[in-house]
């Protein structure tokens, strides 16, 4: 079945620091790729998407490009803010339905200070 | 606009009792999903409606668990025969039409069976 496999956190990084956070996907097919961000106390919001391979998603400084050769949709952003506490989810959708129903990581909280 | 939302926000309740979570989607979204968020763990696909009819039940883990969609907006998601195990957050999501098009989250009810 479908899976995706993230890096665990916490992931702790001072303010301007450079981040990435890993994520390899299993799937028949060739699903689009997800990252849905957490906001304390907030819903799961999306943060960006790449729908094919080479695809690059961007969203708020964030980057992730979908490797098809590697299955993986690394997350990066170049100089991390305080604002970016949060915990991060990489998704993907089943290319082999209808229903585009998300399977996700099991989510990495990144932890930002001054 | 008002976004997807979902009552009560928490709900406490004893083993083997019935319990009935509500999500109101964005107006129009013709597509609703449900998913279970175990602490520590990223979201897991329950159940999907394209309208009223439910396209996509695979997720349910057993028979104790139904939802329905009467009219194609508001969804009920219902647990009978609670068990500790049920204890999560139960995430409702919509979209516009449930193909590839982005999913907009709700707050989620934090289910607690005591």
């Known amino acids: 079945g479908n899976s995706v496999t993230q890096m665990e956190g916490p992931v702790t990084l001072s303010e301007e620091a450079f981040l990435t956070i890993n994520c390899t996907y299993t799937?028949?097919?060739?699903?689009?790729l997800f990252w849905y961000v957490q906001y304390p106390g907030e819903g799961l919001q999306l943060l960006l998407k790449?729908?094919?391979?080479?695809d690059k998603g961007s969203n708020k400084g964030f980057e992730a490009t979908y490797r098809k050769e590697t299955t993986s949709f690394h997350l990066e952003k170049g100089s991390v803010q305080v604002s970016d506490s949060a915990v991060y989810f990489c998704?993907?959708?089943?290319?082999?339905?209808?229903?585009?129903?998300?399977?996700f990581g099991t989510g990495t909280r990144l932890q930002v200070t001054l | 606009g008002a976004g997807v939302s979902q009552t009560p926000s928490n709900k406490v309740t004893e083993k083997g009792k019935y319990v009935e979570l509500r999500c109101d989607p964005i107006?129009?979204?013709?597509?609703l999903y449900w998913y279970r968020q175990s602490l520590g763990q990223g979201p897991e696909f329950l159940i999907y409606?394209?309208?009223?009819?439910?396209?996509?039940d695979s997720g349910l883990p057993n028979d104790r668990f139904f939802a329905v969609r009467p009219e194609g907006s508001v969804s009920t998601l219902k647990i009978q025969r609670t068990e500790r195990g049920d204890s999560a957050v139960y995430l409702c999501?919509?979209?516009?039409?449930?193909?590839?098009?982005?999913?907009?989250f709700g707050p989620g009810t934090r289910l607690t069976v005591t």
């Open positions: 799937a028949t097919g060739y699903p689009s």
């Open positions: 107006s129009g979204h013709t597509a």
């Open positions: 790449a729908t094919k391979a080479d």
């Open positions: 409606f394209q309208g009223t009819g439910a396209a996509d």
């Open positions: 999501a919509s979209s516009s039409n449930g193909l590839m098009n982005e999913q907009y």
């Open positions: 998704a993907l959708s089943d290319p082999t339905g209808t229903a585009s129903k998300l399977t």
